[in-house]
């Protein structure tokens, strides 16, 4: 039973302003894993006094200084590793294969970019007679969900640690552990004091207040579009910058080629990792019409040999992070049934054998209309939606009908069309058979967000430009 009482505030682990805790539930077991101190405004004017405070030093920093910080930060996060995942499998149900491997290889991913692209990164640029410099942003507040708790920490933390800005991190009141031993780690790396602060608590109590909060220059947030919209608004009156990481439903065009039902596997995979909570998730698969019947068979196929059981052993798929998303799930799996879609596999209830846990059957829609609620909303469980398209471009047009535009996918051996395909894609991440890299932009269009992270493109959300006019001497 983990009893976390005290926020990192200044350097030092402090008590919380009120006497306010929340409990964390374990989803896998669906009892209390932990009870943490909950946040209020209080907690969060603390917090932000101590990082505006340490704002003009840390700003001042030598790269070789933040880079060394950084370095440290990459020691003590190895030595951590077994914590961390064991963490994220008892507080969101990550299967411990996932936990331990690729949750935990992301987060060092983005460590690891940031600290590449800090030692090479031009911060200044003289351009004629003038002067452009990059300089932070200020002090920022990073609010952070529960689904991938620790990478989505990192890809705000490292780069604005990186570019000279201090912070606030408030993250997800349902996946606070991690939180919570990432301050640790960077505590024990020897952050300077203030330059990082930790402050638990739900949206309300301390999310509000901090997107609200004078001074705070800068709110990046990953999440709902619903939550992204209440945090725009509450940032408005102080003209912060904001970026967000919303939503997303996002597309998967399977071309018509020899690899097509691998491609379908594949995509089925993509759609279960993490119990389907994964923003960019590509739950809506585009299948040519001709060839529903075999992707049918073979995405029932790849569905079936996923194992669903206790995170803590084998099994690929654990369960979701709380009742309402298990609720949430069911309510819309039950409603795919009653639109008309072909259920292929899966559907209402837990898996046989799992009395207890937010455990949701992997589940396959086929014949799915694009007006459907199944293929409208963002469903974020292990649910797959697939649609039939008539040619290439009904299936551009699928993909981009949809008001989200986060990611997209296009599966197929013949790359020219592939390419092609996707400069077509309304969408800020477009995947080319799974393409992954972590200097690419991401963030999405439309409904999906604003402001870009990853690498170099996610480092300058913290930065600032200035020009320096008159810079150089006149000549004589």
Same mark, same amino acid.
């Given at each position: 039973m983990r009893d976390y009482s005290k926020f990192y505030i200044g350097g030092q682990w402090v008590d919380p302003a009120g006497p306010g805790t929340f409990e964390v539930v374990n989803p896998?077991?669906? !009892?209390?894993?932990?009870? %943490? @101190? /909950?946040?209020?405004? #209080? !907690?969060?004017?603390?917090? %932000? @006094? /101590?990082?505006?405070? #340490?704002?003009?030093?840390?700003?001042?920093?030598?790269?070789?200084?933040?880079?060394?910080?950084?370095?440290?930060?990459a020691e003590a996060y190895q030595k951590r590793r077994d914590d961390l995942g064991a963490a994220l499998t008892e507080e969101m149900g990550a299967p411990r294969a996932l936990a331990n491997g690729f949750q935990l290889d992301l987060a060092a991913g983005h460590l690891a970019?940031?600290?590449?692209?800090?030692?090479?990164?031009?911060?200044?640029?003289?351009?004629?007679?003038?002067?452009?410099?990059?300089?932070?942003?200020?002090?920022?507040?990073?609010?952070?969900?529960?689904?991938?708790?620790?990478?989505?920490?990192?890809?705000k933390v490292f780069p604005a640690l990186a570019t000279g800005c201090t912070m606030v991190l408030k993250p997800s009141e349902k996946s606070p552990f991690t939180g919570q031993l990432f301050a640790e780690i960077l505590d024990a790396a020897g952050v300077p004091a203030g330059v990082f602060n930790l402050v638990q608590g739900d949206g309300p109590g301390a999310g509000a207040p901090l997107s609200a909060h004078p001074g705070v220059d800068m709110i990046s947030f990953t999440g709902s579009t619903r939550a992204g919209i209440e945090i725009a608004r509450n940032a408005a009156p102080t003209v912060k910058r904001v970026t967000q990481e919303l939503g997303g439903k996002s597309p998967?065009?399977?071309?018509?080629?020899?690899?097509?039902?691998?491609?379908?596997?594949?995509?089925?995979a993509a759609v279960t990792l993490n119990a389907g909570q994964t923003c960019s998730a590509t739950t809506r698969m585009l299948v040519p019409r001709g060839r529903m019947a075999e992707a049918v068979e073979a995405a029932r196929a790849a569905a079936e040999q996923v194992t669903v059981g206790d995170p803590t052993g084998t099994a690929d798929l654990g369960p979701v992070v709380s009742a309402a998303q298990f609720e949430r799930i069911q309510g819309l799996?039950?409603?795919?049934?009653?639109?008309?879609?072909?259920?292929?596999t899966g559907g209402v209830g837990r898996p046989e054998g799992l009395a207890r846990g937010y455990y949701v059957k992997p589940t396959v829609f086929a014949d799915v209309g694009n007006d459907m609620t199944i293929a409208r909303e963002e469903i974020f469980g292990p649910v797959l939606s697939i649609l039939g398209y008539d040619d290439i471009d009904h299936a551009v047009a699928l993909a981009n009908d949809t008001e989200y535009g986060l990611a997209a996918n296009i599966a197929g051996a013949d790359l020219d069309q592939a390419r092609a395909l996707a400069r077509r894609i309304r969408a800020g991440y477009v995947s080319i058979n799974d393409g992954f890299d972590f200097s690419s932009p991401f963030g999405g269009y439309k409904k999906s967000g604003n402001g870009r992270e990853w690498g170099e493109f996610g480092f300058e959300e913290y930065l600032e430009t200035k020009g320096i006019l008159g810079y150089a001497a006149a000549p004589q």
């Open positions: 896998a077991t669906e !009892d209390v894993a932990g009870t %943490v @101190a /909950a946040g209020t405004a #209080a !907690d969060i004017d603390r917090a %932000v @006094a /101590a990082a505006r405070h #340490a704002f003009p030093a840390w700003s001042a920093t030598t790269v070789a200084e933040r880079s060394e910080v950084l370095h440290a930060i970019k940031a600290i590449e692209v800090l030692e090479h990164y031009a911060f200044s640029e003289q351009r004629g007679p003038t002067l452009i410099v990059k300089e932070p942003i200020g002090v920022c507040g990073l609010i952070t969900p529960w689904n991938w708790p620790l990478s989505l920490i990192a890809v998967n065009i399977v071309l018509d080629d020899a690899a097509f039902a691998a491609n379908v596997g594949k995509g089925v799996i039950q409603q795919g049934i009653d639109e008309g879609a072909t259920l292929v």
